[in-house]
C-alpha cells in the first residue's frame, strides 16, 4: 500500500490547502450555473463513455439525458451565443492594450469566432431529433 501525499506535493504555485482551506463560489447567475453544469455533464459524460463496460456506458447515457433535459428547459444556444458576443467584446477592447500578447489574442478571438460561428451553423433546432427519439423520452 502507498502513502498518500500531502499537501505540499500540488503543482508549483497551488495554493495550500491545508493552510488557507478550500473556497468554493457559488455563481452569481442561472445562466453562469447552467454552463457548468452541462459542462460537467458533458465531462462525466465523456469519462464514463471511455469506460468500455454496460455500467459506463448507462452511466454516459444517463449524463446525455440530463444535457438534454437541460437544454430544453431554456434556450441555451441562445444564451451562449450572447455570451459568446460578450466576451468577444471584451476581447475587442484589449486589442488597444500595448501589454497584451497580441498573437495570444488573435488566436483566442478566432477560436471564439470560429465556437460562434458554428453555433449559429447548427441552427435552433439542432437538438429536435434528440427530443423526437423514443428511446429518450
Known amino acids: 500500500m502507498t502513502e498518500s501525499a500531502g499537501p505540499e506535493a500540488g503543482p508549483a504555485g497551488a495554493p495550500e490547502a491545508a493552510a488557507e482551506g478550500l473556497i468554493f463560489e457559488q455563481p ?3 445562466r453562469m450555473r447552467t454552463f457548468l453544469r452541462v459542462d460537467f455533464l458533458y465531462n462525466q459524460a465523456l469519462y464514463h463513455n471511455e469506460m ?3 455500467w459506463g456506458s448507462r ?3 444517463s449524463s446525455l439525458i ?3 433535459a437541460i437544454t430544453t428547459r431554456g434556450d441555451v444556444r441562445a444564451d451562449v451565443l450572447k455570451e459568446l458576443e460578450g ?3 471584451s476581447l475587442n477592447e484589449f486589442q488597444s492594450n500595448p501589454g497584451v500578447d497580441a498573437q ?3 488566436t483566442l478571438m478566432s477560436n471564439l469566432l470560429r465556437l460562434r460561428a458554428d453555433l449559429m451553423a447548427a441552427g435552433s433546432a439542432f437538438l429536435q431529433p434528440l427530443r423526437d427519439s423514443q428511446f429518450l423520452s
Open 52 to 54: 468500455g463496460s454496460p
Open 28 to 30: 452569481l447567475n442561472e
Open 87 to 89: 466576451q468577444l467584446t
Open 66 to 68: 440530463d444535457i438534454l
Open 104 to 106: 495570444r489574442l488573435k
Open 59 to 61: 452511466a454516459a447515457m
